[in-house]
């Protein structure tokens, strides 16, 4: 499929190719530093209509100006969600690390555009708030997926496994989140 948007690329010691599109439109590909030009060109191609299908989204909302069925959150009821959050991934994370055997470090609570969790190397654990307004399931998924990251820092078979031994209907958790995670940023 030919596209009609331009992209550029930032090349880094990472080492999967990875489509970002920023809140202002433009689409960024992240690229090993040793990828080849015609590689990524054929990675963007197969990508374009999911791109394609953003850009339009983005920019609906753009014309929209953003949602105005949803007013800015007031910091006070920000906060009020991230308390709420923080209760609820604490011990979701403590009692999923302990069938998991798996030792963690602190656990932030933020709220980002492009992640859902993160792990770092060093076990600090982020979730992003918004989770909370998603079916129970996609909560538990992203909890493992971050943990299962302490046993293996990637997304290998051997990491997916790790998820499955938890949660054998994990799959079904991801495709919601794949499918469904943009709502979570027009219900409040």
Known sequence: MEYEFDYEIIYSSR???ALQITPEGRVIVRAPRR????????FVREKAQWVEKHLKKLR??????DNPAHPPLSDKDRARYIAIARDIF???TEYYARIMGISYGRIAIREQKTRWGSCSSKGNLNFNWRLILAPEEVLDYVVVHELAHRREMNHSRAFYAVVESVLPDYRRARKWLKENGHTLWEKV
């Open 90 to 92: 604490t011990r979701k």
């Open 60 to 65: 609906e909302q753009t014309e929209m100006g």
């Open 15 to 17: 080492k999967t190719l």
């Open 35 to 42: 990828c080849s030009r015609s590689y990524i060109d054929s």
